[in-house]
């Protein structure tokens, strides 16, 4: 059973710094990309950003270009969301998903087979 289990979420400061996790495991991620999307109340859910798991590539969303970076640590099935200068339009619940096959750049929601449950990040003073 594939699962992707989020953590790191909470309340920052605008300005503020914030570095989400998700941890992967119950299938091989070797031709997958792992992307993290976003939803805040009342809006569409929102491609923020998608890392190649074998080449380690990057796409990111220009809402987030230069403020988010996307890593990956194979050796413990491990995709970071590293986020500083954090606005309160930032503020949604952030979600880990990975597709079942390789696509680049995978930025459509539906390229995404396997989702997390979503960790909530609040970026208010």
């Known amino acids: 059973q594939v699962q992707l289990v989020e953590s790191g979420g909470g309340l920052v400061q605008p300005g503020g710094s914030l570095r989400l996790s998700c941890v992967a495991s119950g299938r091989d991620f070797s031709d997958s990309v792992m992307g993290w999307f976003r939803q805040a109340p009342g809006k569409e859910r929102e491609f923020v950003g998608c890392i190649s798991w074998s080449g380690g590539s990057t796409y990111y969303a220009d809402s987030v270009k230069g403020r988010f970076t996307i890593s990956r640590d194979k050796a413990k099935i491990t995709v970071s969301l590293e986020m500083n200068s954090l606005k309160p339009e930032d503020t949604a619940n952030y979600y880990c998903?990975?597709?079942?096959?390789?696509?680049?750049?995978?930025?459509?929601?539906?390229?995404?087979?396997?989702w997390g449950q979503g960790t909530q990040v609040t970026v208010s003073s």
């Open positions: 998903a990975a597709t079942a096959y390789y696509q680049w750049p995978a930025v459509p929601s539906r390229s995404y087979e396997y």
